[in-house]
């Protein structure tokens, strides 16, 4: 299953199965991207043809999971003032959804997120790290040690430390402030407690990376193949 090759007539399936049990609509578009309200999910053709069948198999269910999983929340205070708290919603929004995933579709879901998050990882590696946002540093950090990757990653993730905003390190150092609403905003129930959790505990502690009114930074971790809207 994991080396099925991606073709129209797959994909046809695929989306009729998704759409019988979820109602999702599966079509074509600009971008990978979703609309929670109007449960749609739109995937870039062209990507049908250059890009790996798992890692595309892995955006679909990615995607998928957030139409199923990421209901439409109102915003916050806290959002209006400082929108780039959107950045720390999704970061961990994506733990969350992927795990749900795995839970409702185990051993076929499971292979694609690790080729997604591989892809993820190694365009990770060739990103200017000293010119990310601290927050975005922050986010990469914190989101990424809740995986389990490889050695290789683990070397790169401590020089990654060293080597981003002071007050970054001092952050991921002192987690133990807020290591228990870390693990219960990536096992919310729903995406509203995400971020209810992360506006309650999280956003203290890391308001000082965070600038007011400055729209979210994140870079896709896929280039452009992910774009979301609500």
Same mark, same amino acid.
């Given at each position: 299953?994991?080396?099925? %090759?991606?073709?129209?007539?797959?994909?046809? +399936?695929?989306?009729?199965?998704? $759409? =019988?049990?979820?109602?999702? /609509?599966?079509? %074509?578009?600009?971008?990978?991207?979703?609309?929670?309200?109007?449960?749609? &999910?739109?995937?870039?053709?062209?990507?049908?043809?250059?890009?790996?069948?798992?890692?595309? /198999?892995?955006?679909?269910?990615? =995607?998928?999971?957030?139409?199923?999983?990421?209901?439409?929340?109102?915003?916050?205070?806290?959002?209006?003032?400082?929108?780039?708290?959107?950045?720390?919603? @999704?970061?961990?929004?994506?733990?969350?959804?992927?795990?749900?995933? @795995?839970?409702?579709?185990?051993?076929?879901?499971?292979?694609?997120?690790?080729?997604?998050?591989?892809?993820?990882?190694?365009? +990770?590696?060739?990103? @200017?790290?000293?010119?990310?946002? %601290?927050?975005?540093?922050? +986010?990469? &950090?914190?989101?990424?040690?809740?995986?389990?990757?490889?050695?290789?990653?683990?070397?790169?993730?401590?020089?990654?430390?060293?080597?981003?905003?002071?007050?970054?390190?001092?952050? +991921?150092?002192?987690?133990?402030?807020?290591?228990?609403?870390?693990?219960?905003?990536?096992?919310?129930?729903?995406? /509203?407690?995400?971020?209810?959790?992360?506006?309650?505990?999280?956003? %203290?502690?890391?308001?000082?990376?965070?600038?007011?009114?400055?729209?979210?930074?994140?870079?896709?971790?896929?280039? $452009? &193949? /992910?774009?979301?809207?609500?």
């Amino acid at each position: 299953m994991m080396n099925t %090759p991606i073709t129209p007539q797959y994909l046809s +399936i695929v989306s009729s199965g998704i $759409s =019988e049990k979820t109602g999702i /609509k599966i079509q %074509p578009g600009k971008y990978w991207s979703y609309h929670t309200k109007k449960k749609i &999910l739109e995937y870039r053709k062209s990507d049908m043809y250059s890009l790996p069948p798992s890692l595309l /198999k892995g955006l679909l269910l990615h =995607e998928t999971g957030h139409v199923i999983f990421t209901e439409p929340v109102k915003a916050s205070a806290i959002v209006k003032e400082y929108p780039q708290i959107h950045d720390v919603y @999704n970061g961990f929004e994506d733990i969350r959804i992927e795990d749900k995933m @795995n839970w409702k579709f185990s051993q076929f879901s499971a292979p694609h997120f690790e080729a997604l998050w591989k892809t993820q990882l190694s365009q +990770i590696k060739r990103t @200017n790290w000293s010119k990310l946002p %601290p927050y975005i540093q922050w +986010i990469v &950090l914190e989101t990424t040690r809740q995986r389990s990757p490889d050695e290789g990653w683990v070397a790169w993730w401590k020089n990654a430390l060293d080597a981003c905003d002071p007050r970054v390190k001092i952050k +991921i150092v002192g987690r133990r402030e807020i290591a228990t609403a870390l693990d219960r905003a990536i096992n919310a129930a729903t995406h /509203k407690d995400l971020r209810d959790t992360i506006d309650h505990y999280i956003f %203290p502690f890391i308001k000082d990376l965070l600038e007011k009114n400055q729209p979210p930074t994140r870079p896709s971790l896929c280039g $452009s &193949l /992910k774009k979301v809207r609500k």
